[in-house]
């Protein structure tokens, strides 16, 4: 028997050492194909800069759920990163332009972000480089970012999407009705839209004010920028979506919104011409990664930080994924940040709806704590600095908006869902129960809610509300009535919020970073990002062993299969994991 378990023992770990040496010989393989792939190609006089911005941009490098066997995307690049890779290209003399072939559609990009790059761009072109653009079909999304082009040409059997903005919401209540399912729904202002899909069949006038109220300026901001790039007149622009929104290659050229109908080939002639090269000549095109490379490194000998915090996704209990915001990822890391006595200021970049108002609340007192250590915190706002996302916000001393930011939405709500009629009613499953005392079955899908449970959940949901208000009040010097007057729900765009005081000032997040600096008198000082980015197969290999590895395998298989849907499957999935009260904007507003 002895004997019998010595080899039983031996061929175990005969095999455990075989799948180690395996694994560590995969993870080298691995890695240095990846190296490989990410040598820098050199950049060689009368370059050009190819720019096609159909994937997803995430607001940091590599935050988001990424394919770790994609060899080639092995770097995501983030918004703040193509931004610096674009200035760098605007300085480097060997890059004479840039060619934008943008497709149909943007990667999942919002208004706030499309505006940086367009603005990007536009320095680019100020510069005095050139800059072509060729697109098959352009949508509104797209045809913003060519609008700074020298040149836009459009395909002979293509057009532009031109249909203005618009808000379409989808409510569920008839179909749960249909069902047997009831969300009991608690909230805390009557702009606190999100709850709305699964009480109404249509849009509250609150609801529909609000939407009105910032859709409108965020489309004359979009036309007014059209029209200074192209010369135009933005009230023609309006009237012109207005009666033609889908124009063909030649209204485009008609309307002047195109300058020439041209197949790829003479877009690429025109580039020679540009270049002066000879007709069939090659032209040397780099990628965003190519010039990416290039960038300076940090210079080290510099000891002071201005550490920036990128905060995107929602907000959630726990650790999270890549793209979400857990509470115990980020308050481990801003604790070290206070410690850390190189970092002198803090910048938290904010790219969120909100989430959990539990995980918010954690995430605002350390910030709290750091502040209180004497470390300037500045916070900069992207696409949305909404409900969580605010709260999270109140924990700087100075707050900058985008001019597009969508941000306040201060209330909460919670819902559970009510499964009675569909299990008793429909399916005939009953339940009964001995109960302690009149609560003792807890918050249950089998039970209708008695009237003591509704006022307790409401209770909570308006002590939540109540603290969210503190929360303003205080890093706005506002009294309560005040913030409450401005909150109840209500989303406001940057600009509105800082006329009402929501935000200190409109600028970037470069403007943040130079204030932080400031407000730490700091005239030296060295940039630091966190969480600190890993490439797709460093995420996989480290979640390997665990059980995320599976989930994440699926997440990759689901964004190959869904595409650009991708997005929506991640927002009903995050609907279905709602738990606890939720300081969150459900909304999402996206170039398409």
Same mark, same amino acid.
Not at 135 to 155: E, W
Not at 182 to 198: C, D, L, Q
Not at 200 to 225: A, G, H, K
Not at 434 to 447: A, D, I, K, M, Q
């Given at each position: 028997?002895?004997?019998?378990?010595?080899?039983?023992? %031996?061929?175990?770990?005969?095999?455990?050492?075989?799948?180690?040496?395996?694994?560590?010989?995969?993870?080298?393989?691995?890695?240095?194909?990846?190296?490989?792939?990410?040598?820098?190609?050199?950049?060689?006089?009368?370059?050009?800069?190819?720019?096609?911005?159909?994937?997803?941009?995430?607001?940091? %490098?590599?935050?988001?759920?990424?394919?770790?066997?994609?060899?080639?995307?092995?770097?995501?690049?983030?918004?703040?990163?193509?931004?610096?890779?674009?200035?760098?290209?605007?300085?480097?003399?060997?890059?004479?332009?840039?060619?934008?072939?943008?497709?149909?559609?943007?990667?999942?990009?919002?208004?706030?972000?499309?505006?940086?790059?367009?603005?990007?761009?536009?320095?680019?072109?100020?510069?005095?480089?050139?800059?072509?653009?060729?697109?098959?079909?352009?949508?509104?999304?797209?045809?913003?970012?060519?609008?700074?082009?020298?040149?836009?040409?459009?395909?002979?059997?293509?057009?532009?999407?031109?249909?203005?903005?618009?808000?379409?919401?989808?409510?569920?209540?008839?179909?749960?009705?249909?069902?047997?399912?009831?969300?009991?729904?608690?909230?805390?202002?009557?702009?606190?839209?999100?709850?709305?899909?699964?009480?109404?069949?249509?849009?509250?006038?609150?609801?529909?004010?609000?939407?009105?109220?910032?859709?409108?300026?965020?489309?004359?901001?979009?036309?007014?920028?059209?029209?200074?790039?192209?010369?135009?007149?933005?009230?023609?622009?309006?009237?012109?979506?207005?009666?033609?929104?889908?124009?063909?290659?030649?209204?485009?050229?008609?309307?002047?919104?195109?300058?020439?109908?041209?197949?790829?080939?003479?877009?690429?002639?025109?580039?020679?011409?540009?270049?002066?090269?000879?007709?069939?000549?090659?032209?040397?095109?780099?990628?965003?990664?190519?010039?990416?490379?290039?960038?300076?490194?940090?210079?080290?000998?510099?000891?002071?930080?201005?550490?920036?915090?990128?905060?995107?996704?929602?907000?959630?209990?726990?650790?999270?994924?890549?793209?979400?915001?857990?509470?115990?990822?980020?308050?481990?890391?801003?604790?070290?940040?206070?410690?850390?006595?190189?970092?002198?200021?803090?910048?938290?970049?904010?790219?969120?709806?909100?989430?959990?108002?539990?995980?918010?609340?954690?995430?605002?007192?350390?910030?709290?704590?750091?502040?209180?250590?004497?470390?300037?915190?500045?916070?900069?706002?992207?696409?949305?600095?909404?409900?969580?996302?605010?709260?999270?916000?109140?924990?700087?001393?100075?707050?900058?908006?985008?001019?597009?930011?969508?941000?306040?939405?201060?209330?909460?709500?919670?819902?559970?869902?009510?499964?009675?009629?569909?299990?008793?009613?429909?399916?005939?499953?009953?339940?009964?129960?001995?109960?302690?005392?009149?609560?003792?079955?807890?918050?249950?899908?089998?039970?209708?809610?008695?009237?003591?449970?509704?006022?307790?959940?409401?209770?909570?949901?308006?002590?939540?509300?109540?603290?969210?208000?503190?929360?303003?009040?205080?890093?706005?010097?506002?009294?309560?009535?005040?913030?409450?007057?401005?909150?109840?729900?209500?989303?406001?765009?940057?600009?509105?919020?800082?006329?009402?005081?929501?935000?200190?000032?409109?600028?970037?997040?470069?403007?943040?970073?130079?204030?932080?600096?400031?407000?730490?008198?700091?005239?030296?000082?060295?940039?630091?990002?966190?969480?600190?980015?890993?490439?797709?197969?460093?995420?996989?290999?480290?979640?390997?062993?665990?059980?995320?590895?599976?989930?994440?395998?699926?997440?990759?298989?689901?964004?190959?299969?869904?595409?650009?849907?991708?997005?929506?499957?991640?927002?009903?999935?995050?609907?279905?994991?709602?738990?606890?009260?939720?300081?969150?904007?459900?909304?999402?507003?996206?170039?398409?």
């Amino acid at each position: 028997m002895g004997r019998f378990f010595r080899l039983l023992f %031996t061929s175990c770990l005969g095999t455990i050492l075989g799948l180690l040496a395996i694994s560590f010989l995969s993870l080298f393989l691995f890695s240095a194909l990846a190296s490989k792939a990410e040598q820098a190609k050199p950049i060689r006089p009368n370059s050009v800069l190819k720019l096609t911005f159909d994937q997803p941009i995430p607001e940091q %490098t590599n935050n988001l759920v990424t394919d770790p066997f994609d060899l080639k995307n092995q770097k995501i690049l983030g918004m703040d990163a193509i931004l610096r890779t674009l200035e760098y290209a605007r300085q480097e003399n060997k890059i004479r332009g840039i060619l934008l072939e943008p497709g149909y559609g943007l990667g999942v990009m919002g208004l706030s972000s499309a505006r940086r790059l367009h603005d990007a761009l536009e320095e680019f072109r100020n510069s005095g480089k050139f800059i072509l653009s060729y697109s098959k079909f352009y949508s509104q999304g797209t045809y913003y970012l060519a609008s700074p082009a020298d040149r836009i040409y459009v395909n002979p059997a293509g057009g532009m999407d031109f249909h203005g903005f618009a808000v379409v919401l989808a409510y569920f209540k008839k179909m749960l009705d249909k069902v047997g399912l009831r969300m009991e729904v608690f909230y805390a202002g009557k702009y606190k839209s999100a709850t709305e899909p699964f009480r109404r069949t249509d849009m509250s006038p609150e609801n529909r004010q609000q939407l009105r109220e910032y859709v409108e300026p965020l489309y004359q901001r979009y036309l007014t920028d059209l029209a200074e790039d192209r010369n135009l007149d933005a009230q023609s622009l309006r009237h012109l979506s207005d009666t033609l929104p889908l124009l063909l290659a030649e209204d485009m050229v008609a309307h002047r919104l195109a300058d020439s109908v041209a197949h790829e080939d003479a877009v690429l002639n025109d580039l020679r011409y540009r270049l002066g090269l000879e007709k069939d000549e090659k032209i040397n095109f780099l990628s965003l990664h190519d010039v990416y490379a290039h960038l300076p490194g940090t210079d080290f000998s510099i000891r002071d930080k201005v550490a920036v915090v990128f905060a995107e996704g929602t907000i959630l209990d726990g650790k999270g994924d890549p793209g979400t915001i857990g509470d115990e990822k980020y308050v481990p890391l801003l604790r070290r940040l206070r410690k850390d006595k190189r970092v002198k200021a803090l910048v938290l970049r904010v790219n969120s709806g909100g989430g959990s108002a539990m995980a918010s609340e954690n995430i605002y007192r350390e910030l709290n704590r750091l502040r209180e250590s004497g470390k300037p915190v500045v916070v900069s706002m992207g696409d949305y600095a909404a409900s969580g996302g605010y709260y999270i916000a109140c924990g700087g001393e100075r707050i900058f908006a985008e001019p597009n930011t969508l941000t306040g939405s201060i209330g909460v709500f919670n819902m559970l869902v009510n499964a009675r009629e569909l299990l008793n009613d429909k399916m005939g499953i009953t339940f009964d129960t001995v109960r302690t005392t009149r609560f003792s079955t807890g918050l249950t899908p089998f039970y209708d809610l008695s009237d003591d449970e509704r006022r307790i959940l409401q209770r909570t949901t308006d002590r939540i509300y109540e603290r969210f208000l503190e929360v303003v009040a205080e890093s706005r010097k506002m009294t309560r009535d005040e913030v409450h007057q401005i909150a109840q729900g209500r989303v406001w765009t940057g600009e509105r919020a800082l006329q009402i005081g929501l935000v200190d000032s409109l600028g970037t997040l470069e403007d943040a970073i130079a204030s932080a600096a400031r407000l730490a008198d700091l005239e030296q000082y060295r940039i630091s990002r966190y969480p600190v980015p890993k490439t797709p197969l460093q995420q996989f290999l480290e979640e390997l062993t665990g059980e995320q590895a599976s989930a994440q395998l699926r997440q990759i298989a689901l964004r190959r299969e869904l595409g650009k849907h991708y997005e929506d499957w991640q927002y009903l999935q995050e609907l279905a994991r709602l738990s606890g009260v939720q300081a969150r904007m459900l909304l999402k507003v996206e170039f398409q």
